[in-house]
T-cell receptor, first 113, second 113 residues
Framework: NAGVTQTPKFQVLKTGQSMTLQCAQD?????MYWYRQDPGMGLRLIYY???????DKGEVPNGYNVSRLNKREFSLRLESAAPSQTSVYFC????????????FGPGTRLTVL | GENVEQHPSTLSVQEGDSAVIKCTYS??????FPWYKQELGKGPQLIID?????GEKKDQRIAVTLNKTAKHFSLHITETQPEDSAVYFC????????????FGDGTTLTVKP
C-alpha cells in the first residue's frame, strides 16, 4: 500500500515548455486534489476532482489543466510554463470529501527558468 | 470565500515546554478543522482534527480546541520533543463541497534540545 505517489520528484523547465505531473493513489479514494505550496503562503488549491469523471477549479487554476484519468490517477498539466509557476506541487486524496482526512503525496519541486 | 489566518508564523520552544498555535476562520459554515504536520521534504500529514460539534479533542501530547462563536481553533502540544520540529498547518473545510479546504500559511516550530 503506497498511498499517494507523485512523479517526477524534481523538474526544471524553461519558460514556455509544457509538462504533466502525475499522481496516483491506491486507497480507493473518490476525491483527489492538486495544491501548490509557495514559501510563506501555505497550500493553495489548484484543481480538485470530487469523483471519477468530474473536475473543478480551486483557488488558483489559471495556467493549469487537469485530467482524472480513472479513479486512481489525477494528472496536472502546465501547457506553457511561466516562472510564476515555480513551486512545490502536492497531490492529495480523500475518501469522499474535504471533511475526510486528506492524504498527501511527497510533492514535485518544479523550477521554471 | 473562506479565509484562515494562522499565528505565529514561527515558534521556538525549549524541549519539554508546551507549544500553542492559533488559527481563525471567517466562514461560519466551516465544520471540519484538521491540523497537518509537514517535515522537511515531505508532504503534510494529518496529526489531529476536530469537527464543529466538538469543543476539544486530545491524542496523547496533542490537543485541539475549537471556539465556534469566536471562530478560532488552536493546536496544543505538551512536553515538546525535538522530533516535533516541523511546519504545522491548520485548515478549515465545509462538508457540502469536496474541494473547499482552505489552509493557513503555516507555523514553523523549532524545539531546542
Amino acid at each position: 500500500n503506497a498511498g499517494v505517489t507523485q512523479t517526477p520528484k524534481f523538474q526544471v523547465l524553461k519558460t514556455g515548455q509544457s509538462m504533466t505531473l502525475q499522481c496516483a493513489q491506491d486507497m480507493n479514494h473518490n476525491s483527489m486534489y492538486w495544491y501548490r505550496q509557495d514559501p510563506g503562503m501555505g497550500l493553495r488549491l489548484i484543481y480538485y476532482s470530487a469523483s471519477e469523471g468530474t473536475t473543478d477549479k480551486g483557488e488558483v487554476p489559471n495556467g493549469y489543466n487537469v485530467s482524472r484519468l480513472n479513479k486512481r490517477e489525477f494528472s496536472l498539466r502546465l501547457e506553457s510554463a511561466a516562472p510564476s509557476q515555480t513551486s512545490v506541487y502536492f497531490c492529495a486524496s480523500s475518501s469522499m470529501s474535504s471533511t475526510d482526512t486528506q492524504y498527501f503525496g511527497p510533492g514535485t519541486r518544479l523550477t521554471v527558468l | 470565500g473562506e479565509n484562515v489566518e494562522q499565528h505565529p508564523s514561527t515558534l521556538s520552544v525549549q524541549e519539554g515546554d508546551s507549544a500553542v498555535i492559533k488559527c481563525t476562520y471567517s466562514d461560519s459554515a466551516s465544520n471540519y478543522f484538521p491540523w497537518y504536520k509537514q517535515e522537511l521534504g515531505k508532504g503534510p500529514q494529518l496529526i489531529i482534527d476536530i469537527r464543529s460539534n466538538v469543543g476539544e479533542k486530545k491524542d496523547q501530547r496533542i490537543a485541539v480546541t475549537l471556539n465556534k462563536t469566536a471562530k478560532h481553533f488552536s493546536l496544543h502540544i505538551t512536553e515538546t520533543q525535538p522530533e516535533d520540529s516541523a511546519v504545522y498547518f491548520c485548515a478549515a473545510s465545509m462538508g457540502t463541497n469536496a474541494g473547499k479546504s482552505t489552509f493557513g500559511d503555516g507555523t514553523t516550530l523549532t524545539v531546542k534540545p
